[in-house]
């Protein structure tokens, strides 16, 4: 992923707190990689940032989809796992705590 240059700056914006820059670089390379599961979830880690959990639940949902679609034999179980950690992490801030147990 970091042939993109949005990629590097979206990643030190958001270890700098800087999450509308991080969010705004991660949107730009979705729109070059939208089957990109990372690119999603790290957008949705920079939602967390601002406070917009329906939002980054939302994307943490996308990172999980498109880790699927590339089949039992081909996930990655670690971004799997981080994308299913960070969607039960937006549950709890939205006091959806029977959803965040599925998570």
């Known amino acids: 992923m970091a042939k993109y ?4 700056a979206g990643k030190r914006a ?7 820059e991080a969010f705004l670089n991660f949107t730009e390379c ?3 990689e939208p089957k ?10 920079a939602y967390m940032g601002l406070g917009k959990y329906k939002e980054a639940l939302y994307d943490f949902m996308a990172s ?4 699927r679609k590339l ?3 081909n996930i990655d179980k ?8 960070f969607a039960g992490q937006c549950h709890f801030e939205l006091e959806q705590f029977d959803l965040a ?3």
Do not use: H, M, T, Y
Not at 5 to 8: A, E, G, L, M, R
Not at 64 to 67: L, V
Not at 78 to 85: N, Q
């Open 101 to 103: 147990l599925k998570s």
């Open 5 to 8: 240059p949005q990629w590097d």
């Open 14 to 20: 958001f270890a700098a707190e800087k999450f509308e």
């Open 78 to 85: 670690k971004k799997l796992s981080d994308a299913w950690c």
């Open 64 to 67: 999980i989809e498109q880790e």
């Open 36 to 45: 990109n599961s990372e690119v999603f979830k790290w957008r949705g880690r």
């Open 30 to 32: 979705i729109s070059f």
């Open 71 to 73: 089949g039992p034999d």
